[in-house]
Nanobody
Framework: QLQLVESGGGLVQPGGSLRLSCAAS????????LGWFRQAPGKEREGVSS????????YYADSVKGRFTISRDNAKNTVYLQMNSLKPEDTGIYYC?????????????????WGQGTQVTVSS
C-alpha cells in the first residue's frame, strides 16, 4: 500500500522553527517530485514548496521564500520541510505530496499521492 506519513508538527511561538518530515512506504521516492501544501482554517489549500526528482530544483511560494527549505533524502525515502522564522499566518495543516515526475509541480492537481497532514500552530 502506497503511503505518505507526515510528522513534526506542533505548537511553536512566532519566530520559532519546526522541521516537518514525510516518510513514504510502499514505493520509492527516487523518481517522484515531492511537495508540501498547507491549509489554514477557512482558507483554500496553498502550495508551499516542491522539489524535483531529477536535479533537485525547488519551488517556494512567495510567502515562505527565505524562511522555509525543502529537502529530500532518497536513501531514507523521506522529504523534509525546515520552517524558520515562523509567523502566525503559517498556521495550518501541512500535507506532503508526491507525483511521478521529473520537474517541480506547483498545482495540487499535479500530484498523485497525499499524506494525512500534520498540524502546525504558530502562536504565543
Amino acid at each position: 500500500q502506497l503511503q505518505l506519513v507526515e510528522s513534526g508538527g506542533g505548537l511553536v511561538q512566532p519566530g520559532g522553527s519546526l522541521r516537518l518530515s514525510c516518510a513514504a512506504s510502499g514505493f520509492t521516492l527516487d523518481y517522484y517530485t515531492l511537495g508540501w501544501f498547507r491549509q489554514a482554517p477557512g482558507k483554500e489549500r496553498e502550495g508551499v514548496s516542491s522539489i524535483s526528482s531529477n536535479d533537485g530544483s525547488t519551488y517556494y511560494a512567495d510567502s515562505v521564500k527565505g524562511r522555509f527549505t525543502i529537502s529530500r533524502d532518497n536513501a531514507k525515502n523521506t522529504v523534509y520541510l525546515q520552517m524558520n522564522s515562523l509567523k502566525p499566518e503559517d498556521t495550518g495543516i501541512y500535507y506532503c505530496t508526491a507525483a511521478l515526475s521529473k520537474v517541480v509541480i506547483q498545482a495540487a492537481t499535479g500530484y498523485d499521492y497525499w499524506g494525512q497532514g500534520t498540524q502546525v500552530t504558530v502562536s504565543s
